[in-house]
Each structure stands twice: as C-alpha cells, then as structure tokens.
C-alpha cells in the first residue's frame, strides 16, 4: 500500500511567487493534516480535513495560505504570495477512523520550500 | 499558544548506551505519541499512548504517559546506528484532532 505522497520534494521561489504543494493521502483516509516545520522550530500544525471539509484551520498563518481538497482526496497547500518566513518544510499527514478513535497518523516525507 | 518542552534538545552517545528524553507541557493531554524523523523522511510513529500512567514498549523502545497527564517520556535501550535522527514527542487535546509537537531530539550515536 503507497504512503502519503508530497509534491514536490523541493521547492525554491523568489518572494512574491507563488508556490502550490500537493499531498496524496492514504487511499481511504478521510483525515487529512497539513503541518509545517520551520527551521529549528517545532512541527506546527496549520489545518485539518475530513473529506473535503476544512474541520479546524486554526494553524494557518494568514490569507496568503489556501489549502483545498476537492473532491475528498488529494490536497493542495497554495502560498501566494511567498514571503521569506514561509520556508520550511511542509509535511501532510492522514489517519482514519475507527469507532471513536483516531487510527495511524502517517506522515508524507514533506515539500521543503525555500523562499529567496 | 500551547507549547511542549522536550528535552534534551540533542545527545551524542556511543552504541549499546540507553538513552532517555521527555517531554513536558503546562497543560494536560489525551494522548501523547513519539516520532521519529530520518533524513528527508516525514515523521514515523513510534508509540502512542492513551491512558495517565500508560507504559508502552516497542521492541527497545519504551514510553510512558504521566500520570499528571502533562509529561511523557522515552527510552531507547541498548542504542544502535539506525537509531540516529530526530525525536518528537506530540500530544493531543481532547476534542481535538491536532498534534502539538515538541521541538525535537536529534539523536547521535557513535558506533
């Protein structure tokens, strides 16, 4: 069975591009996260959805942050425009139900955005 | 905002040595999990734990939930090279589905 899968792996913009990311979740896996890390900081969320509805997006930055998921499968992170705090390295992850509880929380190996 | 303080930040040990890190927060948890992150790898879940004063293990790994609900912590026995990276420790609030991470553990083991 594939892993979550992130594209790209890399990524360097200059400020004021912008940059779309893309995470293919499990097969199956309703939840979806998108996480950041940035450079000697801890791994921070930014949002979560069930199928294609935002549950929590309390994490995300700002306005320049749009995550979608259309059609309840893969997602999409766009940041228009970049600016330079926005590098670091994007991770998605997925995870099913089962009764009550939350089941696996996998990670993808992340998008590392660089922005000049 | 909630913050979870792990410790120690780094650790250089030689090979077959037992190794020890945790993590603490002002608040309590439902649950705690550790991670463990290899070079451009996303995180890989090690164990997760559910109940104040669980004790878990997975293989030379062990883990514990306080039981103050507000600390955990994880040992790796008899270190090995594969077990070189960066060790998160995340908690999760009930009623909610986000994980709040500690800062991590980079872990060097010197054969």
């Known amino acids: 069975e594939a892993g979550v899968t992130q594209f790209p792996s890399h990524s360097v913009i200059e400020k004021g591009q912008t940059v779309t990311l893309r995470c293919d979740p499990i097969?199956?896996?309703?939840?979806l996260y998108w996480y950041r890390r940035v450079m000697g900081k801890e791994i921070k969320f930014l949002l979560h959805f069930v199928k294609e509805s935002k549950q929590d997006e309390s994490g995300m930055p700002n306005n320049r942050f749009l995550a979608e998921r259309t059609g309840g499968t893969y997602s999409t992170l766009k940041v228009q425009p970049a600016e330079l705090e926005d590098s670091g390295v994007y991770f998605c992850?997925?995870?099913?139900?089962?009764?009550?509880?939350?089941?696996?929380?996998?990670f993808g190996p992340g998008t590392r955005l660089t922005v000049l | 905002g909630q913050q979870l303080n792990q410790s120690p930040q780094s650790m250089f040990i030689q090979e077959g040595e037992d190794v020890s890190m945790n993590c603490t927060s002002s608040s309590i948890f439902n649950t705690w999990l550790w991670y463990k992150q290899d070079p451009g790898e996303g995180p890989v879940l090690l164990i997760a734990l559910y109940k104040a004063g669980e004790l878990t293990s997975n293989g030379r790994l062990t883990a514990q939930f306080g039981i103050t609900r507000k600390d955990s912590f994880l040992n790796i026995s008899a270190s090995i090279p594969s077990d070189v990276g960066i060790y998160f420790c995340?908690?999760?609030?009930?009623?909610?589905?986000?994980?709040?991470f500690g800062k991590g553990t980079k872990l060097t083991v010197n054969p």
């Open positions: 097969s199956g896996h309703d939840n």
């Open positions: 992850a997925s995870s099913y139900r089962r009764g009550q509880g939350r089941v696996g929380e996998f």
């Open positions: 995340a908690g999760q609030k009930g009623g909610s589905e986000k994980l709040v």
